[in-house]
């Protein structure tokens, strides 16, 4: 029972302390999850987030799915979507009744502006350390530099944009484990 709660808790403090959405909660996931916890490395983390990018739903919610899931089967994905979930439905019921009371202080305006500016650095952050550990060789920079172009000049979904970058993946792989065989 103590795993669950921590799972739990564990969840519910990420998903309390983080704003923007699910690229900002990412340092937060990999100082908990990988360094602190164990419960997954750093390449399964990016993997769950891969994969919660790509499936229908939030990306915090997939993730924590995953993790839950990898840990404690079932009842852990449960567990820990549920923690990751109640700060944000707890935050939003506040927010409904008190906000149009808030919304119009000066305090409050300048309070969300730094928030974004911290959540754009905690992305900013999240995409050099997501850099530093999946580019790692030409393929993964000429992949990288494709979705920055196509994502810049077409609007085209990030799912498909997903979806293309992984059947390449797909591709390089069996070409380069063909090669290794002869």
Known sequence: MKDYLDLFLIFARIGGLTFG???????????????????????????????GQCTPGIIAVNTATFIGYKTKGILGGIVATLGVVAPSVVIITLIALFLQNFADITIVKHAFAGISVCVCVLIFDAILSLGKKSLKNIFSWVVFSLVIAISLVFDISPIFVVILAGIAGVIYTRIKKTKEVK
């Not at 340092?27 to 769950?48: C, F, H, I, Q, S």
Request: glycine content about 10%; proline content about 3%.
């Open 21 to 51: 959405g699910g690229y900002a909660m990412l340092p937060m996931l990999k100082k908990e999850v990988v360094e602190n916890r164990g419960w997954a490395t750093e390449e399964e983390l990016l993997d769950y987030y891969a994969i």
